[in-house]
């Protein structure tokens, strides 16, 4: 299984940035998926999750200014995030939910949200 994390980059305050997470050896569409990320020196942690059935959630940081979403053809999810802030800084992963395996991880991608 590799899930390849892409999209990152340096924004600016109130930007935006779609992060995609092209999965190969998983099948996204039937298992629940979800965006992680770390920030320098804290634990990592859920950022918004799908469910195989398609229900999504967010974590309070990121409610309302982001949405995840899944295109099962491409077997690829999908990380829309808006009004970005310094705090949402950190690598983003993506993996599983519940029960991300560590062996999934990767290598991440990077947001920087800086001026």
């Known amino acids: 299984v590799q899930l390849q994390a892409s999209g990152g980059g340096l924004v600016q305050p109130g930007g935006s940035l779609r992060l995609s997470c092209a999965a190969s050896?998983?099948?996204?569409?039937?298992?629940?998926m979800g965006w992680y990320r770390q920030a320098p020196g804290k634990q990592r942690e859920l950022v918004a999750r799908?469910?195989?059935?398609?229900?999504?959630d967010y974590a309070d940081a990121v409610k309302g200014r982001s949405t995840i979403s899944r295109d099962n053809a491409s077997n690829t999810v999908y990380l829309q995030m808006n009004s970005l802030k310094p705090e949402d800084t950190a690598v983003y992963y993506c993996?599983?939910?519940?029960?991300?395996?560590?062996?999934?991880w990767g290598q991440g991608t990077l947001v920087t949200v800086s001026s």
């Open positions: 050896g998983l099948t996204i569409g039937i298992n629940g």
């Open positions: 993996n599983k939910w519940p029960n991300p395996n560590t062996l999934y």
């Open positions: 799908i469910t195989a059935a398609g229900n999504t």
